[in-house]
């Protein structure tokens, strides 16, 4: 019997496209745990300037161009390190490069920042390490074996201690597309897919009921089950979801994490709301004649835009923010979300110049709010995004 389809009984699934628009191929490890999914598509044509003799609309031909636009947003989740995060193509969607996996070790020494390790690391300036339920970030190579981290752990490893597998997501100067998978029950409802998802903008909040990324951007169409024709996506049908396996949805409080901000970083307890947003200007090529779909993407300048609002006190750590921003000096800005090992995020912007901050006093404690500090590097350096 025909009924009402309900707003829950969908799954979604994420996988990285070889080419622009063709759809790449899912297992039940690619599913995410996706909030919502909203997508748009729309006809452009212009206006009909005929004259028919009346007033009446006489319809607009069809193929023309189409424009389609998604948002989608999803939690911070468990990972099992094997392979990468089911939401991993969309970080690298937004960002571009192809993920660094580190695979661990054992940790030899550690003072000061200075992390050693029993073997030759392998790690590149930028790369994530984990240890001990913390993430941190390689500042600089010391050695073959020894690196300087971005910030000190809070608790310090003892020599014999294992550092964890990490992925860490940077930017590059071309961006993949993704396809984005929505399958709903029952079997029999339309299911949906994008292909050609490019991704113009993520935002990464910190501090909310629950640890939650959002991604924007344009796709170059969105098929469906029910009208879908043979050679849509560079598809002979429609793809069937995977079998489905277990799916964990353990997801992260929001509360939960470290923030290290400044010059020389300092772990700031007193955050109340931070976001990082990375804006890629993306332009797709969509006006060309003989399709009336985007053939690629074409991003522009990457903006990457930290914010954050924390309660003002009196010690050294809060007035070196302030005097950063006054003298437009460039401070460090990490965020850590979750406090354990296979739910762990970190955030990594090198080099910020903060704006001044915004006094608020609306409330009972005065708050410093830090707006839109843009962050800056040398070639394609601006930010990494890693999971341990």
Same mark, same amino acid.
Request: proline share 5%.
């Given at each position: 019997? %025909?009924?009402?389809?309900?707003?829950?009984?969908?799954?979604?699934?994420?996988?990285?496209? %070889?080419?622009?628009?063709?759809?790449?191929?899912?297992?039940?490890?690619?599913?995410?745990?996706?909030? /919502?999914?909203?997508?748009?598509?729309?006809?452009?044509?212009?206006?009909?300037?005929? /004259?028919?003799?009346?007033?009446?609309?006489?319809?607009?031909?069809?193929?023309?161009?189409?424009?389609?636009?998604?948002?989608?947003?999803?939690?911070?989740?468990?990972?099992?390190?094997?392979?990468?995060?089911?939401?991993?193509?969309?970080?690298?969607?937004?960002?571009?490069?192809?993920?660094?996996?580190?695979?661990?070790?054992?940790?030899?020494?550690?003072?000061?920042?200075?992390? !050693?390790?029993?073997?030759?690391?392998?790690?590149?300036?930028?790369?994530?390490?984990?240890?001990?339920?913390?993430?941190?970030?390689?500042?600089?190579?010391?050695?073959?074996?020894?690196?300087?981290?971005?910030?000190?752990?809070?608790? #310090?490893?003892?020599?014999?201690?294992?550092?964890?597998?990490?992925?860490?997501?940077?930017? #590059?100067?071309?961006?993949?597309?993704?396809?984005?998978?929505?399958?709903?029950?029952?079997?029999?409802?339309?299911?949906?897919?994008?292909? !050609?998802?490019?991704?113009?903008?993520?935002?990464?909040?910190?501090?909310?009921?629950?640890?939650?990324?959002?991604?924007?951007? #344009?796709?170059?169409?969105?098929?469906?089950?029910?009208?879908?024709?043979?050679?849509?996506?560079?598809?002979?049908?429609?793809?069937?979801?995977?079998?489905?396996?277990?799916?964990?949805?353990?997801?992260?409080?929001?509360?939960?994490?470290?923030?290290?901000?400044?010059? %020389?970083? %300092?772990?700031?307890?007193?955050?109340?709301?931070?976001?990082?947003?990375? /804006?890629?200007?993306?332009?797709?090529?969509?006006?060309?004649?003989?399709?009336?779909?985007?053939?690629?993407?074409?991003?522009?300048?990457?903006?990457?835009?930290?914010?954050?609002?924390?309660?003002?006190?009196?010690?050294?750590?809060?007035?070196?923010?302030?005097? #950063?921003?006054?003298?437009?000096?460039?401070?460090?800005?990490?965020?850590?979300?979750?406090?354990?090992?296979?739910?762990?995020?970190?955030?990594?912007?090198?080099?910020?110049?903060?704006?001044?901050?915004?006094?608020?006093?609306?409330?009972?404690?005065?708050?410093?709010?830090?707006?839109?500090?843009?962050?800056?590097?040398?070639?394609?350096?601006?930010?990494?995004?890693?999971?341990?």
């Amino acid at each position: 019997m %025909s009924s009402y389809i309900s707003s829950n009984a969908n799954r979604f699934y994420t996988a990285l496209e %070889s080419a622009y628009g063709q759809v790449g191929s899912i297992g039940a490890e690619n599913r995410i745990p996706a909030v /919502k999914l909203t997508i748009q598509q729309q006809l452009t044509a212009g206006a009909r300037k005929d /004259k028919t003799g009346s007033r009446t609309f006489g319809g607009q031909p069809a193929g023309g161009r189409r424009r389609t636009a998604f948002e989608l947003r999803t939690y911070l989740t468990n990972w099992d390190k094997s392979g990468e995060p089911g939401y991993g193509p969309l970080f690298q969607a937004a960002l571009g490069a192809a993920p660094q996996r580190f695979a661990g070790g054992t940790v030899a020494s550690y003072a000061a920042g200075r992390l !050693g390790f029993a073997g030759a690391h392998g790690l590149i300036a930028g790369q994530a390490v984990n240890c001990g339920g913390e993430i941190r970030f390689v500042a600089a190579i010391v050695d073959a074996s020894t690196v300087v981290l971005n910030a000190p752990f809070a608790v #310090a490893p003892n020599a014999g201690a294992t550092a964890g597998a990490t992925i860490t997501y940077t930017p #590059a100067t071309e961006l993949p597309s993704a396809s984005i998978f929505d399958y709903w029950s029952p079997a029999t409802a339309m299911q949906r897919l994008l292909c !050609g998802a490019a991704v113009d903008q993520m935002e990464i909040l910190v501090n909310g009921d629950y640890h939650e990324t959002r991604f924007k951007g #344009a796709a170059q169409d969105v098929l469906d089950s029910a009208t879908f024709a043979g050679g849509a996506g560079e598809l002979t049908q429609f793809p069937e979801e995977p079998a489905l396996a277990a799916f964990d949805y353990s997801i992260v409080p929001g509360n939960m994490g470290q923030a290290w901000l400044g010059t %020389s970083p %300092s772990q700031f307890f007193t955050l109340s709301a931070a976001s990082v947003v990375v /804006k890629n200007d993306i332009d797709l090529r969509a006006r060309e004649f003989g399709s009336n779909v985007p053939r690629a993407i074409a991003p522009g300048q990457r903006s990457v835009i930290a914010a954050f609002d924390l309660y003002s006190r009196d010690d050294e750590a809060t007035h070196g923010l302030y005097e #950063a921003a006054r003298q437009e000096s460039p401070i460090s800005v990490m965020f850590q979300l979750g406090e354990v090992a296979g739910q762990l995020m970190g955030v990594y912007l090198r080099s910020v110049i903060p704006d001044l901050p915004e006094f608020d006093d609306g409330e009972n404690r005065l708050q410093w709010r830090f707006r839109g500090g843009r962050a800056q590097g040398s070639v394609d350096d601006e930010v990494a995004v890693a999971f341990a």
